[in-house]
């Protein structure tokens, strides 16, 4: 059965290295065919998901074409188009379009599959977008943002065919403009070339200061809600070839708790230790949390007068919850939350109609390194100790390396700021954070968006920070994990 028509320009370069990795992915010639332009014949395209027997249409390059057409065109409504996102456009693959954004400056290169919405008015919907490292290797860089992007495309859809319904992952505002390809200014080309290999220099730098694994340690500080300064008043650093991250702080009466990854050296994992927040510094009560496999990313919830706590058990290829049969320091499995994928820095949150929402991340794209986890998923359980955790209508929410795997999450103001890591320059894992203010969450609908802290954009220069990857907050209390050289 014919899934995709590709119709494309064999002479353009960036258009063969996709048409081939989506041949590659599909595995079966007879599921994918090639259309050069001048011979594709317009019909009906079957929306993903959707029921019928037509083919789903993907278009490179139809500015191109639609400009090259006498007539007036009519636009094929529900194919796709892939382009570049960039200045609040959507510019096409095409030749000379640079896989990148020198001129803002930006570390990611950010592309979006749209969906051909009306005719006249060529209006398009942004239905998924990914977003990849800008590397300094050049070429390579191009290739491997084309051979991800295929690699996305093709796990989007096969979303959309198994649940027989339309994903809509990070849906833009409103739909945006397709511009022609431009070629990048050489000045603005060189002088980001030049940003990125001067961080890359850094970042090597820094590794070969330190040795190969980043000694991550932890801060804890208060926030002075007039300044919009973080007072840094305990410091828990590296203790030989141990490390600590992934903080995470409770209140519980008039004790502040502070439960953290620790990477043991001799081990060779991570186990959950924890500390109490004291005036005079930080007081160990030592592992609460060990298992024969790796835990990270504590975090720990109330429910019926019990407390629970997640931690990342990627290694078992599950999500764990554990019951607190003494609480703060003593531990049991209580059950499994989801099987069957390696997930990622799982966070629970509770819902208003009593059940719970986890939010979890996951790597499905094998042309994006692991470490980004840049898939995110929202899974939705009506009883956090016997319902199943079902997916969203709108998971995965999002597949972008800059701000989709999870680094905390902020209950400011009686909202939900999610935490997003940035992997960065050149793959640099724990490069920065973004927050993600949570607009709109319910059974049918998720929605962030992107804001700024004054506070957070200091914290590095207060501990002369070269990564950062987890914030969390107990009212004006803040915790993050933090590398410096």
Not at 169 to 195: D, H, M, N, T
Not at 395 to 408: A, E, F, I, Q, Y
Not at 435 to 448: A, G, K, P, S, T
Request: hydrophobic content about 40%.
């Amino acid at each position: 059965m014919l899934l995709l028509e590709l119709v494309l320009d064999p002479a353009e370069p960036t258009h063969q290295v996709l048409a081939a990795r989506l041949q590659q992915a599909l595995g079966n010639g007879e599921h994918l065919r090639l259309t050069p332009w001048p011979n594709w014949k317009q019909g009906h395209s079957r929306t993903p998901g959707s029921q019928g027997e037509a083919p789903i249409t993907l278009l490179l390059a139809p500015a191109r074409w639609l400009e090259s057409r006498s007539e007036p065109p009519t636009y094929p409504i529900g194919a796709l188009v892939v382009a570049e996102l960039c200045e609040g456009a959507a510019r096409e693959l095409g030749p000379g379009a640079a896989l990148e954004a020198p001129s803002r400056g930006d570390p990611a290169s950010r592309f979006g599959v749209f969906e051909f919405e009306s005719g006249p008015a060529l209006e398009l919907r942004c239905v998924t977008q990914l977003a990849l490292p800008s590397l300094s290797r050049w070429r390579r860089h191009q290739r491997r943002c084309l051979l991800a992007l295929a690699d996305t495309l093709i796990w989007w859809l096969g979303l959309c065919e198994q649940r027989q319904q339309l994903l809509r992952i990070a849906p833009l505002e409103k739909p945006l403009p397709l511009l022609p390809a431009a070629v990048v200014p050489l000045g603005l080309r060189l002088q980001s070339r030049r940003r990125w290999l001067q961080a890359g220099v850094s970042r090597r730098l820094s590794h070969w200061q330190r040795g190969s694994e980043a000694a991550w340690q932890i801060a804890v500080g208060r926030l002075d809600p007039g300044s919009q300064e973080v007072q840094i008043l305990h410091h828990l650093p590296h203790q030989g070839g141990d490390w600590f991250a992934d903080p995470f702080l409770l209140a519980e009466g008039p004790n502040l708790w502070l439960f953290s990854e620790r990477w043991r050296a001799d081990a060779g994992k991570g186990v959950i230790d924890l500390f109490a927040v004291r005036p005079e510094g930080l007081c160990a009560y030592g592992t609460v949390i060990e298992e024969p496999f790796h835990l990270s990313f504590p975090r720990v919830v109330h429910h019926n007068g019990t407390w629970f706590a997640t931690v990342e058990s990627a290694s078992a290829v599950e999500v764990r919850l554990y019951r607190a049969t003494s609480f703060p320091a003593h531990w049991r499995l209580e059950r499994v939350l989801l099987r069957g994928q390696s997930w990622i820095d799982p966070i629970l949150i509770p819902a208003e109609d009593g059940g719970w929402w986890l939010l979890v991340n996951s790597h499905n794209c094998p042309s994006l390194p692991g470490a980004t986890a840049a898939e995110l998923h929202l899974f939705h359980s009506p009883d956090l100790l016997q319902g199943s955790f079902d997916p969203h209508p709108c998971s995965p929410l999002l597949v972008d390396s800059t701000c989709g795997r999870n680094g905390g999450l902020l209950a400011w103001d009686g909202a939900w700021i999610r935490v997003g890591q940035c992997t960065g320059v050149d793959n640099a894992y724990g490069q920065s954070v973004e927050l993600r203010l949570v607009e709109n969450l319910d059974r049918q609908i998720y929605q962030e968006k992107s804001i700024k802290q004054p506070w957070l954009q200091r914290l590095r220069q207060q501990v002369r920070a070269t990564h950062l990857h987890t914030v969390n907050n107990q009212g004006h209390w803040i915790t993050f994990d933090y590398v410096n050289s």
